[in-house]
């Protein structure tokens, strides 16, 4: 039996670990690459300033909570934490490239390796993953409402918004890379 208690301390803390993990990471990353020479703008950019919401929602448990049981419990978790893992195995993998902030830096390379094999952006696919299991977790309704109607909308308008400056910076390159991965839900079957 796993606890409604336990549930909210794991999905808040693989929250805060992302959270934690992705500045550190940020920081790490501006020290290791060339001078910024394309910024994306607009609404895309606060995005990331919001990210703590959920947890507060979860932390907080704000809204009603529906019982969706032991299995549904233990499934929701091991979501949200498989796409938590996921989230940072993708930054891992873009190394000096990820930043918090839309940008294309001077010496910016395409990454096609790892989960970018997969899906074009991968954080967000992990993190979409990641709320997923956590409105599946804990049943909380506000979350699951907060989910559909403002996280994913926000990761699909990041993600248009990298696409802008990834095919301004790569063109055709990138283009091809469009073409052969999908952009947020990995392809079942292998290869179109």
Known sequence: MISRDLVTWLVVAGGVTFIVFANLAQQRAIGRRQPTVRLATGVAQWLPYFLWMPYVVVGARIGPELDVGDGWRALGTA?????????????????????????????????????????????????????????????????????????????????????????????????????EVPMLVPRVGGKR
């Open 79 to 179: 979501m949200s934490l498989l796409g938590v893992a996921i989230a940072l195995w993708s930054i891992v993998t873009l190394g000096r490239h990820y930043d918090l902030v839309l940008e294309i830096h001077a010496d910016h390379q395409l990454v096609r390796g790892g989960p970018f094999a997969m899906v074009r952006h991968p954080v967000y696919s992990g993190l979409a993953l990641h709320f997923v299991g956590a409105c599946v977790a804990t049943g909380n309704v506000v979350l699951a409402a907060g989910t559909l109607l403002v996280t994913f909308p926000s990761f699909w308008i990041r993600a248009r918004a990298e696409e802008v400056l990834l095919r301004e910076r790569f063109g055709g390159e990138y283009d091809r890379y469009a073409r």
